[in-house]
């Protein structure tokens, strides 16, 4: 299964599961992320009122041209061990379990082998200001991020690459994005 199949599939989904990043991005509390209209499938909308499964489902999924599959996970609250568990769970669930689940809704066949074959991307943004320890501008910063939400072994593994952004380091970004999105239009 290549990426364009995977569009395919995900062109058939109602428009009430694409929605702008501003809703994806809305914390359980209603704090608002990335106050955009940039638009993505919204997972856990979608998890919840069509697959209804036990499944921990990220924010957001969008198909890009360069970098395939984005899976998208905004961060705002408490980061315990707990929470680090689930985001985890989140992101290895959101991409093994719900997005097959998606595809196969729609009589499409999809094995592990073509989840593993897609090019995929995790992207977390985070509040720095939840965050103080992550305030720091030098060179390892990334890793620190990864390392912080104890992601690091999820890359290469689960994930081609995951891309930890600050808010406003994620926002200035988007209009790369925009310029690569394939889906949703």
């Given at each position: 299964?290549?990426?364009?199949?995977?569009?395919?599939?995900?062109?058939?989904?109602?428009?009430?599961?694409?929605?702008?990043?501003?809703?994806?991005?809305?914390?359980?509390?209603?704090?608002?992320?990335?106050?955009?209209?940039?638009?993505?499938?919204?997972?856990?909308?979608?998890?919840?009122?069509?697959?209804?499964?036990?499944?921990?489902?990220?924010?957001?999924?969008?198909f890009?041209?360069?970098?395939?599959?984005?899976?998208?996970?905004?961060?705002?609250?408490?980061?315990?061990?707990?929470?680090?568990?689930?985001?985890?769970?989140?992101?290895?669930?959101?991409?093994?379990?719900?997005?097959?689940?998606?595809?196969?809704?729609?009589?499409?066949?999809?094995?592990?082998?073509?989840?593993?074959?897609?090019?995929?991307?995790?992207?977390?943004?985070?509040?720095?200001?939840?965050?103080?320890?992550?305030?720091?501008?030098?060179?390892?910063?990334?890793?620190?991020?990864?390392?912080h939400?104890?992601?690091?072994?999820?890359?290469?593994?689960?994930?081609?690459?995951?891309?930890?952004?600050?808010?406003?380091?994620?926002?200035?970004?988007?209009?790369?994005?925009?310029?690569?999105?394939l889906?949703?239009?």
């Amino acid at each position: 299964m290549k990426i364009h199949d995977c569009i395919q599939v995900f062109s058939q989904l109602k428009h009430i599961y694409i929605e702008p990043l501003s809703e994806c991005s809305k914390s359980d509390q209603g704090k608002i992320i990335c106050n955009d209209n940039f638009t993505c499938y919204s997972l856990e909308k979608f998890n919840k009122n069509c697959l209804k499964l036990q499944c921990c489902a990220a924010d957001a999924l969008w198909f890009d041209n360069h970098l395939g599959v984005i899976i998208t996970e905004f961060k705002s609250g408490k980061l315990d061990s707990d929470e680090k568990r689930r985001l985890r769970l989140q992101l290895f669930e959101s991409i093994f379990i719900i997005l097959p689940e998606i595809i196969n809704k729609f009589g499409v066949n999809i094995s592990l082998k073509d989840i593993c074959d897609l090019k995929k991307v995790c992207i977390i943004v985070y509040d720095v200001d939840r965050y103080q320890d992550l305030k720091s501008q030098n060179i390892a910063k990334h890793i620190d991020v990864l390392s912080h939400f104890n992601l690091e072994h999820l890359k290469g593994k689960v994930y081609d690459t995951i891309l930890p952004f600050e808010k406003e380091e994620f926002i200035n970004r988007l209009e790369t994005f925009r310029n690569q999105k394939l889906s949703p239009k």
